[in-house]
């Protein structure tokens, strides 16, 4: 606890990284306070309906991205995942259509352009999903008096805007948090709506286990939090994990520079279980929330097929949701590590793997051990995102179970793992530079380097 507490402090002592880290949290409690205001014409008191319909399903897994938002028919309702949706196309684009594939090599100038694609490619799919997401309220609050001004044109209109905007805005704080604070911005903004809801689903999970007749509820309660604190470190070990390639580094003989000498000491290319991350989970997710639009659009009435991608307890629904995780972990683990890529790296700077020569065989070195060890990562998480449904076999109800594993969970400890490790790069660099500047540091001759 001592070393905790010693660690908050030297934090807090660092004036950039204690900026960075108060303005993250202005723009979380900004993105929280939004999310509690309802839609203008909108009575909050008439949304029991639509908030007994969150409660099960992929439903509360989009109220769960929001932050409860969904919910309560509120402007930030929509949330990120219009965004996520967005990068999803245009990723695919980058590897499917050449023009995005030349943008991507312009360095950060086509990354800009990129940027700007995937942001209107966003106001594209909300222009679509706001009005789904108004007929959806309608169709729930019938009778209810939640419209208070009716739904005519001009509020669906102006609603349509709000969501849009908030939407916009929401994706705005993100990159603030990226350039301004500490973590990724979009990761961060979703986290937070996942850590908003668990509070309340560990007080109903708990109520539940007290009032239950069969007895012994509080015991089955105790199982669950060791459930899922034991689940939790599973995926955080997974995240986590990495496989070392020797990689054996030659340098020029000082006066001779036609011969090389080569080091005793092997280096290593850390190569991760998941190098992904968390981000194929995100994407498949927001593939499993198009089943949900088609449902709302097409009525009352949906087909059997419908129903099985609507229930996210469902053999198809997590089937294809497995198969979909597994897809993008190859696919995003392709495009962020490329193996000719550092096949190259390694050649220019006089690097190669012991038994494989440069080039070539390099960089089918290094794709095969890839492809070895992003397999049974994969699967691996992917188990980990069905766990929910599993636990909701044994009665443990959903708000508490898409905490017991599955996507919240994957995010929650991918995001703090990512933030915790950039908080130390800035804590190691402020070490270094104050080493620098104290004059511990000298030259060959014992003088002082400062």
């Not at 709506?193 to 007290?210: H, K, N, Q, V, W």
């Amino acid at each position: 606890m001592n070393k905790v507490i010693e660690t908050i402090k030297n934090i807090w002592r660092i004036e950039d990284l204690r900026m960075r880290i108060l303005v993250t949290i202005l723009f979380v409690a900004i993105y929280r306070f939004g999310s509690t205001i309802v839609l203008p014409g909108i009575d909050p008191a008439a949304l029991e309906a639509l908030q007994s319909q969150t409660k099960g399903g992929l439903m509360a897994l989009l109220d769960m991205f929001s932050g409860g938002a969904f919910s309560q028919a509120s402007i930030f309702a929509l949330g990120i995942m219009p965004y996520i949706s967005a990068s999803i196309v245009i990723q695919l684009l980058a590897v499917a259509v050449p023009y995005f594939q030349k943008m991507q090599r312009e360095g950060e100038s086509g990354r800009r352009k990129i940027g700007q694609y995937t942001r209107w490619l966003t106001i594209a799919i909300l222009i679509f999903q706001a009005p789904t997401y108004l007929i959806n309220l309608k169709a729930q609050t019938q009778g209810s008096g939640a419209f208070l001004v009716g739904t005519d044109f001009w509020f669906m209109a102006s609603s349509t805007v709000i969501l849009a905007a908030g939407s916009m805005f929401i994706l705005w704080l993100g990159e603030r948090i990226t350039d301004k604070g500490v973590g990724n911005g979009v990761s961060v903004i979703i986290m937070i709506g996942i850590i908003a809801r668990m509070p309340s689903a560990i007080i109903e999970e708990l109520t539940s286990a007290l009032s239950s007749a069969a007895g012994g509820g509080l015991i089955k309660f105790l199982l669950e939090i060791l459930g899922l604190v034991a689940t939790m470190a599973v995926a955080i070990l997974l995240v986590k994990a990495v496989r070392k390639v020797p990689v054996q580094y030659a340098k020029r003989i000082e006066g001779d520079s036609s011969k090389l000498q080569v080091g005793g000491a092997r280096q290593y290319i850390p190569l991760k279980l998941f190098a992904a991350n968390v981000m194929p989970i995100i994407f498949a997710q927001a593939i499993m929330f198009i089943p949900l639009t088609l449902a709302q659009v097409g009525g009352s009435n949906p087909s059997w097929v419908m129903r099985q991608f609507t229930d996210h307890t469902s053999f198809l629904y997590n089937l294809v949701f497995v198969i979909l995780i597994i897809a993008f972990t190859y696919f995003y683990t392709a495009i962020t590590l490329n193996p000719v890529q550092m096949a190259e790296d390694m050649k220019r700077n006089n690097g190669f793997i012991p038994g494989v020569k440069p080039g070539e065989d390099t960089a089918n070195y290094i794709d095969n051990v890839m492809s070895h060890i992003t397999l049974p990562g994969s699967v691996f998480i992917s188990l980990i995102a069905i766990l929910p449904a599993i636990v909701s076999l044994f009665g443990v109800k959903q708000g508490f179970a898409q905490f017991f594993g599955g996507t919240s969970l994957l995010i929650l400890v991918g995001v703090v793992l990512d933030t915790i490790q950039q908080i130390d790069s800035h804590m190691s660099v402020r070490n270094y530079d104050r080493m620098l500047n104290t004059g511990h540091t000298r030259n060959r001759s014992g003088v002082s380097a400062n």
